[in-house]
């Protein structure tokens, strides 16, 4: 598709705006940080190399040929900084809760589960584009699309000691109504997050504007 045709993202969505990557003017997302690089051919990926050797990962169940840049790199990162107490931690797509594949973007909760300690589904509902089952338009319903995405991870990511730590949507939504996301929406999604299961959660505001008032104060927790 040329880029003129391009609007709004493929992705989420969200309007593009013009903005400097990989040394160019390119169209980039306002939300997803997805960029439009025109001709993607030839592709280049980028792997880890050391002494000779990358590091792939090949997972039970699929296709003997199919190797796993993301799991690969992340089970190195964690061998070599779990001995200092670091923490390794990832943040993925929303969807990667429903999708049983790797939803195209080499995410699966099963191959990325083992090598973190912590992983950060963006399960904002402005995201959910196709909506969740049961649930066809996700922000009139930010506790359930919150809440059942935690639940899912946590369900396929069982055999691992991995905690699900949520980035939670405090921006305007881009993909359905425009509605705003104030306090009863955060509020909602804060109270998806804790059902469940999470362990804390993160919210996200692409101008760093957050809706304060949806937090508890500082004298409340104190109080605790």
Known sequence: ??????????????????????????????????????????????????????????????????????????????????????????????????????????????????????????????????????YRNPVEHPYQVVYESVRLIRKRAAHTGVRVRPWLQDFRDYAFDRRLFGVPEIRAQIKGAADGGAVGWMLWNPRNDYTAAALRQKEALAAR
Not at 1 to 8: L, V
Not at 25 to 38: S, Y
Request: glycine share 8%; with cysteine; proline share 8%.
């Open 1 to 134: 598709m040329a880029e003129a045709d391009y609007r709004y993202c493929p992705l989420c969505r969200a309007p593009l705006k013009s903005a400097l990557r990989g040394g160019e003017t390119r169209l980039v997302c306002t939300e997803c940080a997805f960029v439009h690089w025109r001709n993607p051919v030839p592709v280049v990926a980028a792997v880890v190399e050391r002494a000779g050797r990358v590091i792939l990962v090949h997972s039970i169940g699929r296709p003997p040929t199919w190797y796993g840049l993301i799991a690969g790199f992340l089970e190195r990162a964690r061998s070599e900084l779990a001995p200092l107490g670091a923490f390794v931690a990832a943040d993925v797509f929303g969807y990667v809760a429903f999708n049983e594949n790797d939803t195209d973007i080499g995410q699966r909760v099963e191959e990325l589960a083992p090598h973190l300690d912590y992983v950060s589904p963006m399960v904002y509902p402005s995201g959910y584009h196709r909506g969740i089952p049961g």
